[in-house]
């Protein structure tokens, strides 16, 4: 099951609880779990600049390395759809402009016909320094599209994504998600909240219509990629200069509310 490794079998049956049927912590350890991942093989179209290719990915003995080279680019997404929940994971990356490194759930219309894309993202971008953008986002099939963008200074919390493994996450439930991370000092800490609006009739900053909540099973997913110096690439992830880089995942664990 493990892809480069025969102890899948073990891991699984280890990180597998039997009070959370879903739940899942894959180490990484000389690659990943194919029985709970599937490589991206293909391409998303402008503006990422990029195909995603199953050979991008670099195992270790213990955590993988999701690489980026011009027009190549890497992806793991979970086979199942998964619900309201916990994703936690710890990743370092380098510092090629332009690029793009994300822990995110996502489904839409291309998992089930007429469903709405909603997406929850941690996004790591050196064009935009030492951040993390975080984001909701939001479409009807053939409708407006939304999100709800915020980016947030590591430094204030004496992390540095191109220095330290940064321990990350966000908590999602019917009504709140909640991104955090775990400071220098060892501390966990939230980082941002966004609330589904309870219907006063008022929609504050921090909160989400009622409509625009992601409330739909949904697949994790990880990965890193580079724009194709578009015009939408320009505002996300800004201008790529063809170098290398290269993004170090070393666990990524999911617990069901």
């Known amino acids: 099951m493990k892809v480069s490794s025969i102890v899948a079998v073990a891991i699984a049956a280890a990180t597998i609880t039997p009070s959370h049927a879903n739940y899942f912590k894959d180490d990484f350890s000389w690659g990943y779990n194919s ?79 007429g469903r709405a894309w909603q997406e929850i993202d941690i996004e790591f971008l050196p064009s935009l ?38 321990h990350i996450g966000f908590d999602w439930s019917s009504w709140k998600i909640d991104w955090y991370l775990i400071d220098s000092s060892g501390n966990t800490r939230i980082i941002r909240s966004l609330y589904k609006d309870n219907g006063d009739g008022y929609i504050a900053a921090n909160e989400v219509p009622q409509y625009a909540w992601p409330v739909d099973p949904t697949r994790i997913m990880i990965n890193h990629w580079h724009g194709d110096n578009s015009a939408d690439a320009m505002y996300f992830p800004q201008e790529y200069f063809y170098q290398n880089n290269w993004a170090y995942y070393d666990y990524l664990e999911y617990t069901p509310k």
């Open 129 to 166: 320094g030492n951040v993390v953008h975080t984001n909701l986002i939001y479409q009807p099939q053939g409708g407006q599209y939304q999100s709800w963008e915020l980016d947030i200074d590591l430094g204030q919390y004496g992390l540095n994504i191109h220095q330290d493994l940064i």
């Open 35 to 113: 029985g709970i991942w599937q490589a991206r093989d293909g391409s998303n179209g402008s503006p990422f600049g990029c195909k995603f290719t199953p050979s991008k990915i670099s195992p270790s003995s213990h955590g993988i390395t999701l690489n980026v080279a011009p027009n190549q680019c890497a992806e793991l997404r979970t086979k199942s759809l998964l619900s309201y929940g916990k994703v936690q994971s710890s990743l370092k990356t380098g510092n090629a402009k332009g690029t793009v490194s994300s822990i995110f759930t996502y489904t839409s219309w291309h998992d089930v016909p």
